[in-house]
């Protein structure tokens, strides 16, 4: 669903900032993993898309990537303007603050009450980026001095802009009006003295929120508190019965072995409870644009589940490649009452590039197939692709290895 705005504060961007309470604020839907909504609007002959990424509580690329075509900076009278507000979940965390920096975007949900908010953020640049992991908010801190380290400071000096070794509050300090240090602490969540930067690649590794915004989310987090960076370019995620999907560009530090492959792993998690038919080709379609758009690919197929029964089996000693029997390796992804879930992971597999064998057996008098990825002729090749699958399917996934077919 999407809605267009006209008139009021939404119709005119410039010198207007988003009030952080009416749109940072979502309902969680507990039969949706999507929150917000898609808005248009017409833009005013002055506005650029900056303005009306502040007046919207969005970023700069985000509405960037959410408008190609649109000239940034004029953007020109009654042009249809995408206001990408609408977002999936992230699916690796969904408590403390999530931080997505594909998306560029911070989820709180310290909120309670089946609430959450969310913001637009700046992450580190290339050279500086911004780490994964979890951390936890160790410091609160209004009015802060900045200290810049002594790598910045070098850096700044580099080019012939040096910094002093403190920076106190005021209209020069980068960190804003309100920072909170990270159990790492090198790194906060802070301010900004240049909310003209939020959504882009532009911090030294902290997560830079717009003045409004971190005043915001400052006077409600405690100390404590979880602060989950993740790095998911491609969501998946389920409203009612149809499956969306949400992706945007890749982190160049962040390389994947295929394009699809996060699009695949993320269908695969969606879908680990919960059947689904997959446009595919409208997967493709999505990552390639990488919009930031949610959009459909898939409906919900109500039958069995596609879950993998695997068996745990025994892990298998590396050193045993030395063995003279003829043999291949496989990392066999799980076996399944169902044929047709086979099928269906063995399609997603594909999708993503690995090679991929079905297998029939009999189990406990039952019929069962199996899906494996491979073959791998070495012991390390084969250790190599279980990573990788791991990466993509799940942590049950493991090493067998199978006699070749005499000739």
């Not at 403190?166 to 969540?189: C, F, K, Q, T, W």
Request: aromatic share 6%.
């Amino acid at each position: 669903m999407s809605a267009v705005i006209a008139g009021g504060l939404l119709a005119g961007a410039s010198g207007v900032t988003a009030d952080p309470e009416s749109l940072a604020l979502r309902m969680v839907n507990p039969e949706s993993e999507l929150v917000g909504e898609l808005m248009t609007i017409h833009s005013r002959h002055e506005d650029t898309l900056i303005d009306i990424a502040r007046a919207h509580g969005l970023g700069y690329h985000a509405i960037r990537n959410a408008n190609p075509g649109v000239d940034a900076w004029l953007p020109g009278e009654n042009t249809r303007i995408v206001l990408p507000r609408r977002h999936i979940l992230p699916r690796a965390h969904r408590s403390g603050i999530v931080i997505n920096l594909p998306e560029m975007r911070l989820y709180d949900f310290t909120v309670g009450d089946d609430r959450l908010m969310t913001y637009a953020v700046s992450i580190g640049q290339m050279d500086w980026n911004t780490p994964l992991g979890t951390l936890r908010v160790i410091e609160k801190r209004e009015q802060p001095t900045w200290h810049p380290p002594a790598s910045i400071r070098e850096a700044f000096a580099a080019r012939g802009e040096p910094l002093p070794a403190r920076v106190p509050p005021g209209p020069d300090n980068p960190l804003g009006e309100y920072a909170m240090r990270l159990s790492n602490p090198s790194y906060l969540i802070h301010g900004t003295n240049w909310p003209l930067g939020i959504g882009m690649r532009a911090t030294h590794g902290c997560i830079r929120l717009g003045p409004e915004d971190i005043e915001h989310l400052f006077s409600r987090v405690p100390v404590g508190t979880d602060v989950h960076i993740v790095n998911e370019p491609v969501k998946a995620g389920w409203s009612g019965d149809t499956l969306y999907m949400e992706a945007h560009p890749f982190l160049d530090e962040l390389e994947e072995s295929s394009n699809l492959t996060p699009a695949v792993r993320a269908v695969v998690a969606a879908t680990e409870t919960r059947a689904a038919n997959v446009d595919w080709d409208a997967v493709k379609r999505i990552v390639r644009e990488s919009r930031g758009i949610p959009e459909p690919v898939g409906t919900y197929v109500p039958q069995e589940p596609v879950v993998a029964d695997i068996d745990p089996g025994e892990p298998i000693p590396l050193e045993d490649a030395a063995q003279s029997d003829p043999a291949d390796w496989y990392v066999q992804l799980g076996s399944f009452g169902n044929a047709d879930n086979a099928q269906r992971l063995a399609q997603r597999m594909e999708q993503a590039g690995f090679e991929v064998r079905i297998e029939s057996y009999r189990r406990e008098g039952q019929d069962m197939t199996r899906v494996l990825a491979g073959p791998a002729a070495h012991a390390t090749e084969a250790q190599a692709l279980l990573e990788e699958v791991r990466k993509v399917v799940n942590e049950q996934a493991h090493l067998v290895r199978m006699a070749r077919p005499a000739h």
